[in-house]
């Protein structure tokens, strides 16, 4: 249930951005950080984005006749790896994590890392033409597997996971 209040949350962000610009990049975090009151809100808005130590792995996000999808759908990543999402067909794509899957020690850095691409918490921000990115810091995140998503595609299943080993 939590899962889907998010997922609408989000579907009503995006719709808002259609509309256009920094404007709506400026208006997610203000509107993030009433939205959230728990102290946990607080060291994500304070935390320092991890730099990538190791290496980085690219993953396509494509939406065509085969359907949408992350190629690959299962990540497999170090601490301190990066993970380029790279738009190639079918967008608006993002990456996004659902708040209620990610343990509460993992959190406040895992938004910290998504640095300033960020839509809302743990949600990069829309790529909408051919070739842009998305590279997500996996400094300072323990080993465990973490779900993604697409926002606008979630529905529709394009849904990975990265790995952190």
Request: with cysteine.
């Amino acid at each position: 249930m939590r899962f889907t209040a998010v997922a609408l949350v989000a579907s009503a962000v995006i719709l808002g951005a259609c509309g256009g610009g920094k404007k709506d990049e400026a208006a997610a975090p203000a509107a993030a950080a009433p939205a959230a009151p728990a102290p946990a809100a607080a060291p994500a808005a304070a935390g320092t984005a991890a730099p990538i130590t190791g290496a980085t792995i690219e993953v396509k996000m494509i939406g065509d006749e085969k359907g949408y999808r992350f190629e690959p759908s299962e990540i497999k990543a170090k601490t301190g790896d990066g993970v380029k999402f790279i738009m190639v067909a079918g967008g608006p794509h993002n990456v996004a994590f659902d708040p209620a899957k990610i343990p509460a020690d993992v959190k406040a850095q895992l938004d910290a890392n998504f640095g300033s691409d960020k839509m809302a918490e743990l949600s990069s921000s829309l790529k909408m033409n051919p070739g842009e990115t998305f590279t997500l810091s996996l400094g300072g995140i323990k080993a465990g597997t973490y779900e993604i998503f697409c926002t606008p595609h979630l529905a529709m299943n394009m849904k990975g996971k990265i790995i952190v080993e």
